[in-house]
DNA sequence: GATTCAGTTGCAAACGAGTCGCAACTATAG
DNA sequence: CTATAGTTGCGACTCGTTTGCAACTGAATC
């Protein structure tokens, strides 16, 4: 299940160099195992891909570097519904949001982007008078192919 | 910001009963405890309220009945897009899902029922073949009040 | 290229939320 | 009243994340 990719791997660097945060090899090596993942990493499995890139690389420095990228509104943090342990999972923010959708039988994790969704940010912003800055729809349930069993 | 009292205290205790599951005093002093609460209340909260009630309750029996009450779908967790630390939030589940707001700048939250929310995860439901459970919105942004300042 | 220094790093220790194994206890059915 | 399956408190533990600190380094300035 491929993440769209809507945007250049690239980006998150981009986005540095524009802000002028320093580039250092470790983000480098954090950044580039961000923009080239195809599906949802949590802390852990993101330190293990960036230390194939740059070895030095700390478990510090990558919880460093996720507070830095949700700081500056590049990446998202997502639960999917705590299905694998109580840790947080990091996606690259694109252009529209969208929801996810976890199995809680086969453990799926699946994305759904909706203009209905829009519509309902929408209306958040006009009749509560809230300015949203992020926003966050998790879905627990069944998948198509689990609802029949069980 | 009293929560909607849709449904009459005991009635979480009501459930445990006709369910068949074993009533202790320990869990009558917390289930009495999120009948009654007016906020959403995290772990250590609702321990100390629990123990005001009945001083021998445990943080593991907490922990537990929890559990017990998530498997019976009878409260949600909630993040409250960790404002306050990486701990949740509970609360009773009540006749309608809502959407919960929270202010990024003064730390209030907000609830907000929309039919347009109804309309979203029936979409989810027909198009994705997905059989929803449990659902949850959560919105971090600036309130009408704090929207001028900063 | 060398100098400078605020920003960044690895390390190890600490943290907080939540879980678990176990022996003692207790609510409920018979 | 008894039997027993379910529940409890306790303490030790796990796991994800954070922190203080001395050493290091990117990049701006010369």
């Known amino acids: 299940m491929p993440l769209p990719q809507t945007e250049m ?16 090899q470790q983000r480098r090596a954090i950044l580039r195992v961000m923009e080239t993942a195809t599906k949802h990493l949590d802390a852990a499995q993101l330190l293990r891909k960036a230390q194939k890139l740059d070895a030095s690389v700390d478990r510090s420095t990558v919880y460093r570097t996720l507070q830095l990228l949700k700081r500056h509104g590049l990446i998202d943090e997502l639960d999917l519904m705590h299905i694998h342990g109580e840790g947080h999972y990091y996606e690259r923010k694109l252009n529209r949001d969208h929801i996810h959708m976890a199995c809680l039988r086969c ?24 300015r949203i800055v992020v926003s966050r729809l998790e879905i627990g349930g069944y998948c198509a192919g689990c609802r029949g069993a069980k």
Chains 1, 2 share one sequence.
């Open 9 to 24: 791997p690239g980006r998150l660097q981009a986005h540095f160099a524009e802000r002028g945060i320093r580039m250092t």
């Open 107 to 130: 453990g799926k994790i699946m994305e759904f982007v909706s203009d209905i969704f829009e519509k309902l940010k929408g209306q958040v912003e006009k009749d509560c008078r809230f």
